[in-house]
T-cell receptor, first 109, second 112 residues
Framework: RKEVEQDPGPFNVPEGATVAFNCTYSNSASQSFFWYRQDCRKEPKLLMSVYSSGNEDGRFTAQLNRASQYISLLIRDSKLSDSATYLCVVNSNDYKLSFGAGTTVTVRA | DGGITQSPKYLFRKEGQNVTLSCEQNLNHDAMYWYRQDPGQGLRLIYYSQIVNDFQKGDIAEGYSVSREKKESFPLTVTSAQKNPTAFYLC???????????FGQGTRLTVV
């Protein structure tokens, strides 16, 4: 079983729509959780950290469910510029960040 | 500006040749990492270093070597023993291993 699994998508949504997707992780001892954004042929960039109580940054909301071992990302009022691959990242032990393969989101005009 | 600098951006390697990818950071981060990304796949950890003069193998270290002689620098050598080196290589650093990592712009290596 992979340490971090994501639905690869693609999620194809119109501008202004809400899109949400999840990521599951296998190590119940994981402590740190992040969402990164990666544009085509570019480096990943930190979108947001995910806290136990859930957190929001503008149009983006992240949730953590430790009991079911998943994290989620919700994007409201989608913009064309939100088109990217979103990587779920979990700190699975003291030294290693484990990356999911990514969920592709395409926002159409 | 603080950040991580990787060079070169594109690199072409002939069969049987060793090549070295540069990674420099001025964020004063202790931890540094090398990842490899293949098309449609997630990032896989090659090597990591938590402190100067110390580094550890990641999940796919075979055919690669690193050094960490200075806090700011963590070069990666792709040796001829790496049979399928064509990939996108990403260097990252973090203030400590449990925290978010920040990435350089990557080096795209192609075997010709």
């Amino acid at each position: 079983r992979k340490e971090v699994e994501q639905d690869p998508g693609p999620f194809n949504v119109p501008e202004g729509a809400t899109v949400a997707f999840n990521c599951t992780y296998s190590n119940s001892a994981s402590q740190s959780f992040f969402w990164y954004r990666q544009d085509c042929r570019k480096e990943p960039k930190l979108l947001m950290s995910v806290y136990s109580s859930g957190n929001e940054d503008g149009r983006f909301t992240a949730q953590l469910n430790r009991a079911s071992q998943y994290i989620s990302l919700l994007i409201r009022d989608s913009k064309l510029s939100d088109s990217a691959t979103y990587l779920c990242v979990v700190n699975s032990n003291d030294y290693k960040l484990s990356f999911g393969a990514g969920t592709t989101v395409t926002v159409r005009a | 500006d603080g950040g991580i600098t990787q060079s070169p951006k594109y690199l072409f390697r002939k069969e049987g040749q060793n090549v070295t990818l540069s990674c420099e950071q001025n964020l004063n981060h202790d931890a540094m990492y090398w990842y490899r990304q293949d098309p449609g796949q997630g990032l896989r950890l090659i090597y990591y270093s938590q402190i100067v003069n110390d580094f550890q193998k990641g999940d796919i270290a075979e055919g690669y070597s690193v050094s960490r002689e200075k806090k700011e620098s963590f070069p990666l050598t792709v040796t001829s023993a790496q049979k399928n080196p064509t990939a996108f290589y990403l260097c990252a650093s973090s203030i400590d291993p449990s925290r978010e990592a920040f990435f350089g712009q990557g080096t795209r290596l192609t075997v010709v």
